[in-house]
DNA sequence: GTGTAATCGAGACGGTACGTCTCGTCTTCTG
DNA sequence: CAGAAGACGAGACGTACCGTCTCGATTACAC
């Protein structure tokens, strides 16, 4: 009945772990990586902040990138809500939105960054990475994209994981690269792009426009 | 017309820069994140890969992105013939293309992804880096579809910047989270899709179907 | 007449001490110290090895040279029965042997090194050792060159404390240094060394007056 | 006909160690062990008191140990000028005064006993101070011995490395243990105490020999 | 028996120092 | 005088113990 896991059967021996110190680590970690970019997050700084001695980062987390892949977990809630019964196309909107809003306005944009840069470098970083990060995430848009096939919304021969790149990979490329400003506008104009080369069409001009799709 | 600068005009005092320890400090550079990935390549390594002193290194280079960059540059030859007179959509493909194949097959790969994760903490790496080697290969992608706005090819409507970031966003999103293998089918699908947004339309489906693209 | 002082009248509440643990700790903190030398002697081990929280050891314990001491104090039996009515000569002769036995072929050796090693940086250490280890083994030798001065034995001017630092002095010094074997051989030399020049003669000797080797 | 060694003919490449810092170690080192004791003197603590980095220390010297001993080395002159043509008993007296000394008066005293105590984990610190301070005084006291044997200032029998250890082990005994000041008049005590044991004598002493102590 | 009080294991935690690593600067000597 | 060789200060790395501090479980006396 009960939605919560019966996780605390058999209580544990010693001292338990302090949750607030847990809290305030991933805290440090996320400011530091906002005031100074992901440089400054060193461990000796993520303890220092945190009052929290090197020692208990260590104990909890393998890596730095664990740290940060573990903040940007905790600071991106689990998906919001997505509207029951929305098309394929409201449905993507929501995720881009949603993402850029949370790359661009909270913690999780440093975080992520830091992530993905460690990711070059650090193979368990990028498993990590895409296992926790991107696996969710890709897996909820390709369910999106899935169900409007078959609803007959979009086309029956979609390659489903490349339209989620197309969908998404332009928000973190300009996020990476920081070229251009990356606005909710922008991630939208992407997400209606996609839709309009994979829209079905009877009635063809049924889709947005393509500088139209701010406006939607 | 000559496309070289004359830069020998005046010739400096002293003992001239050594090109060949310039050429060995890159290729030294570029080997080792071949092998061990971009942590593999610390000054010191690159250093005594090249049999060059570390002070040489600095004289020339701000710091191991500067050689990463220049590593880059060099290695990838200025973007290969575009066939004179093409449509606008065949100069796209011929530039994704080139670019998956860059960096798939070469050591511009890993030099791509050292550069960009240093980006994300270093603004200096990162002005560089779209400076010298984003802004002209965008440039160029922008020209291409603002002459194919001019010729008719293409919507009037078009945002080019975005359009940009339509066409190879994804592959850099592929390239940096490797979630996905990065092909040269996959590449030409992200133009392709493109162009069925933007393609003026008189008569509507002369663009490729959507997983028809590398059979074209 | 009973030498064990009655401790045990107030009976304490709760749980007593568990005298096996304590044992316990005193066995794994020798054996540590025989098989790793002093390093590897640390709380941690020592708790680990005994199968004891270091809580309770650090309970009963204030330094890990209390309980080398203890340790120490336990593994040396109560000086061992000197032959009733001996001279001095065989009585130190008895002492010195015991010693070398004592140092050389128990736990003992490890733990009185370990100790004097700990005693040269903290003061609490040293203080204890002098107390309880040293100052009881210099008063028996001690009170032994006493009788045997009052017995007419040895020389009447004889500077106690000096001639027991000469019998036991180079015991210690090959147990610290290691330069040469500690052998019991060694020990009765040191022991019969002193005793050729303490030992009241019949004709006055030629030689250099004990106490007046700083005149000289 | 120099005695010392032509070592800087190869000169060595590079920019070469830099003296000042080395005596800064050194001197930083002493210093900390007279103040605080050997615990105080980490390498940290050293490195941040010579203004010189933990790695300059390290490159130098293997450890803390390695310095302590260079330190005594350097703040110990090499033996001071025995007299010449003086007997061994007048020799002795020489070394043992300068040793009181040097180990009471200096910063070697504190030095020595951290080595001593280090040396009783570290069997590397060990056998460096066997080798290069102990050996040279006790060849040196051996020497004198050996000299005094053959002049028949003293007993054909003599056990050398018995009697240097007899005329020096009660001195390390009060510097360790320091039970008992550390005087000169007590180490002049301990040597006349061994002379008058090993002086040859006009007339046979009733004594025991010295070398028929363990068969008695 | 049922508190009540101490002991004990387990282990989390803030610290300090360890010895190593790489960075970027500097100093000297060699070709 | 350019450049290699490499010494150096700085500072983060990840580890090891230290000594203290919760916890919950256990044990024995006292009521």
Same mark, same amino acid.
């Given at each position: =009945?009960?939605?919560?896991?019966?996780?605390?059967?058999?209580?544990?021996?010693?001292?338990?772990?302090?949750?607030?110190?847990?809290?305030?680590?991933?805290?440090?970690?996320?400011?530091? =990586?906002?005031?100074?970019?992901?440089? *400054?997050?060193? =461990?000796?700084?993520?303890? #220092?902040?945190?009052?929290?001695?090197?020692?208990?980062?260590?104990?909890?987390?393998?890596?730095?990138?664990?740290? *940060?892949?573990?903040?940007? =977990?905790?600071?991106?809630?689990?998906?919001? +809500?997505?509207?029951?019964? *929305?098309?394929?196309?409201?449905?993507?909107?929501?995720?881009?939105? +949603?993402?850029?809003?949370?790359?661009?306005?909270?913690?999780?944009?440093?975080?992520?960054?830091?992530?993905?840069?460690?990711?070059?470098?650090?193979?368990?970083?990028?498993?990590?990475?895409?296992?926790?990060?991107?696996?969710?995430?890709?897996?909820?848009?390709?369910?999106?994209?899935?169900?409007?096939?078959?609803?007959?919304?979009?086309?029956?021969?979609?390659?489903? +994981?490349?339209?989620?790149?197309?969908?998404? #990979?332009?928000?973190?490329?300009?996020?990476?690269? #920081?070229?251009?400003?990356?606005?909710?506008?922008?991630?939208?104009?992407?997400?209606?792009?996609?839709?309009?080369?994979?829209?079905?069409?009877?009635?063809?001009?049924?889709?947005? #426009?393509?500088?139209? *799709?701010?406006?939607?």
């Amino acid at each position: =009945m009960g939605r919560v896991v019966q996780e605390e059967t058999t209580r544990r021996r010693g001292r338990p772990r302090d949750e607030a110190r847990r809290a305030a680590v991933l805290d440090a970690a996320a400011d530091l =990586m906002l005031e100074g970019g992901l440089a *400054a997050a060193t =461990m000796e700084a993520i303890a #220092g902040r945190a009052g929290v001695s090197k020692q208990t980062i260590y104990k909890w987390w393998p890596s730095r990138g664990a740290v *940060a892949l573990e903040g940007l =977990m905790v600071r991106s809630d689990p998906a919001g +809500a997505l509207p029951e019964g *929305a098309s394929a196309a409201e449905s993507l909107r929501v995720l881009a939105v +949603a993402l850029v809003r949370l790359v661009g306005s909270t913690p999780a944009g440093p975080l992520l960054r830091s992530l993905i840069a460690d990711a070059q470098s650090q193979p368990e970083v990028a498993a990590a990475l895409r296992e926790q990060w991107l696996g969710p995430r890709r897996r909820a848009a390709a369910e999106i994209l899935r169900a409007g096939v078959e609803r007959g919304e979009l086309r029956p021969d979609l390659d489903v +994981a490349a339209a989620v790149d197309h969908a998404f #990979g332009p928000v973190y490329y300009r996020l990476l690269l #920081g070229h251009e400003a990356l606005t909710e506008e922008f991630a939208l104009a992407s997400v209606d792009q996609l839709l309009r080369g994979i829209t079905r069409r009877e009635q063809p001009p049924g889709g947005p #426009g393509y500088l139209d *799709a701010s406006s939607t």
